[in-house]
């Protein structure tokens, strides 16, 4: 596999919220010599600790967008690609689940597709830390509804790990309706009616606490996909 050069790759990170967390993230950013997009919609200090943390690494290219209002972790990554200007880009989780190392796997699988997903559930994945047991049962029940509402195939729809060709986002974002969590469905579901390449890639995982995804996220997740199915425009979150 061609590894792909980092200065041809922006990273966005959502990050809604994330200040107890943030610093771990940016102390494993791995020598990425690429550009990194933070986007924080939250009320804590998230924003300042990235700023400050940028200011003391200037060896880094980040670059940190703060908004008053609720956008969304759809709403954040689409805000991130509208920022971004290398030919490929991608977003990764601010929680650090899956690292620097993993995203340049899936960069590197552009070489021959458009989109490449990183999935915590083929065979030859690396889960380090799994799921707790309630969260995995969550998981496959709704890659199941996936399956059955909108026809994708693959094991891992939900994984907050994707790479994509540049052009390739940039045609489907005007027909993206969702802001939530739902996001990476319908995503992967424009990309394929449009006729683009999707390649799922086995990826180190690390299950890590405090994810913003609870049970209550996961049933509006659901009910925004049946209404994005049935041609409405899904809820925003709050």
Known sequence: MTQIPDSDC??????????????RFLENMDGFTGSFIFVCDGADNTAEVIE????????????CFSYS??????GGILEGF??????????LDADGSASIKEMRK????????????????MQESDIVVEQGLGRKIQ????????????GLSFKDTQCGAKAFRREAILSVMPQIESRGFEFDVEVLWRLRNSGFR??????AWEDRESSHVGGFDGAGMLANLIRLKRGKVPRKPE
């Open 10 to 23: 922006s990273i966005i990170v959502p990050a809604y919220n994330e200040e107890k967390r943030i610093a």
């Open 52 to 63: 400050r943390f940028a200011s003391e690494n200037r060896q880094y290219n980040i670059r």
């Open 69 to 74: 209002h609720r956008l969304g972790k759809g």
């Open 82 to 91: 509208r920022h971004a200007e290398t030919p490929y880009c991608g977003f």
């Open 106 to 121: 899936l960069f590197s699988a552009l070489e021959d597709s458009d989109c490449a997903i990183g999935s915590r559930w």
């Open 139 to 150: 998981s496959r029940m709704f890659n199941l509804a996936v399956k059955i509402l909108f």
């Open 198 to 203: 999707i390649k799922e890639v086995p990826i």
